[in-house]
């Protein structure tokens, strides 16, 4: 079985320029962090786009889309920030019911040492090898159907959304 | 649900004595693992052992099956060195059928910065909130039941005993 | 013989903040650093403000000039933000030439794992010791009489004024 | 103004063997340091030998010895174990007492991520700028004549050898 990983960006991958002083994108630290977790799956990595969540468009999504609807896979996992996971997930549900697809990402940039984006990547496969086709959230250890989990922005983690 | 998280000792929890020049064991890292993963699973941890498991001794397996059937929990993570963690599982596995017991560890100590224990710990952690009772081990990105699998100690991962 | 270390901020101190996406200033990193570099040296350490060296004012030099001279040490190193730090340099020379003054400071924060501050912080602290009184600027290795440097903003060096 | 560093093993480059679970030696770190720190010294970086210090002959230290006579550089940092560097020190102060020369090492190896040897490099590299010919042992922040100094085995770090 292999495992489609798609990169998209966020905070996952944020880099420090120490010219300027800022947080940017240069490549993904995806296969660096699959290396160091000595992971033995078939991952297949594709860097689909490198951006920030929040500037995700509508015609980004539908790439996001296009890209899971045209790989061989079953089973896909993406790296995504976090301030706008859901709304993805949305279209990838509606766009692409026969998958199982997890989202995931990191609240810590992975090149910042302290990043939660190691845990979560260890995660994400592995709740994509076990669940049945559909579009769930990774993230702090759990996974959630995509329609019933919000990011609690105030606290910084991925709760249920209360009935 | 709570799951209970055993703590045995292994590479996973090696630290280096800077008077000897050599590895030993103090405390476990995985509080500071599961905060770092900022982990918002209800995770119970306790410290049953802290040993190299190659001097694992019967007597000790015995204490971590105890461990095992004695917790309130359904869904149990050992943390336990990568040599012997087959064996364990097999004592595990005869002696309480009902839970869902997922061992899991580390090639390189979480102390010494490049571990493979955070993502394994995040792998871990979502195998056992999704697998049916029984006895599995997550290493590499990878679960196995315990029955189906050796470590290789050539290459230094785990994979399917061959047919 | 003690050592003043003075806190002023800097790249240096910087942090991620999680819930933003931001960095921001916390507290100083200079204990633990101090602590990881096993220094056992008599260090009296005072944070004087947290500030960015670009937004630091004439008031702000004024008030690390008077720390300086206020101090009983005769030997002091200050930790600063690289954009200005020859500004603030030139005022504690013309304030307070009877004490062996090195600033120093980072291109990467401390907290970022990959950064050159604890190299930097050696080697002011060494430097401070072997030096007459003056105020200098030790980065890259190098210590520079403060009116001879100039930082190199598209590089992220310093290098010596060209004659 | 080249300084040469020579390398010869100690904590400072041991690495993890994660197949056998010990430390051993593979390359050295230096160069990658250097980097880190930003290093804008002109460093001619060469290799002696890879040993424990508690494993080096005589015939090591005749080695080590020659290689700073032969070197046209006059200021010398050499990276060493910490149990037998003032044994090393001796002998190049009695061989070449016209260069400046400066042993440096580690108490944890760099690899391990919370190393002194980041620290200890930036104070080495600075004091061999600064100080008169002569042997002397830069840890912990301090530099020492080598005929004055001794390893405290029991704490961990270098002292003065009481009057």
């Known amino acids: 079985m292999t495992i489609r990983l798609l990169i998209t960006g966020g905070t996952f991958d944020k880099e420090y320029d120490e010219l300027s002083g ?22 297949a990595v594709r860097t689909v786009m490198m951006v920030d ?23 896909i996992v993406i790296t995504h920030g976090t301030d706008t996971m859901v709304e993805t997930a949305r279209v990838l549900a509606a766009g692409a019911p ?3 697809i997890v989202l995931t990402g ?12 190691l845990f979560n990547l260890g995660s994400a496969l592995s709740f994509v090898q076990v669940l049945p086709p559909g579009v ?16 609690n922005t105030s606290l910084g983690y991925f709760e249920e959304i209360p009935m």
Chains 1, 2, 3, 4 share one sequence.
């Open 53 to 75: 969540s929040l500037e995700m468009s509508d015609a980004d999504r539908q790439t996001i889309l296009a890209n899971c609807r045209q790989a061989s896979e079953k089973k």
């Open 98 to 100: 026969d998958k199982t």
């Open 136 to 151: 769930s959230i990774a993230m702090n250890g759990r996974c959630f159907p995509w329609n019933l989990v919000r990011k």
């Open 106 to 117: 990191a609240m810590v940039p992975y090149a910042f040492g302290s990043s939660d984006g």
């Open 22 to 43: 800022t947080l940017y994108f240069k490549d993904t630290h995806v296969q660096e962090m699959l290396r160091l977790g000595r992971c033995r799956l078939d991952v």
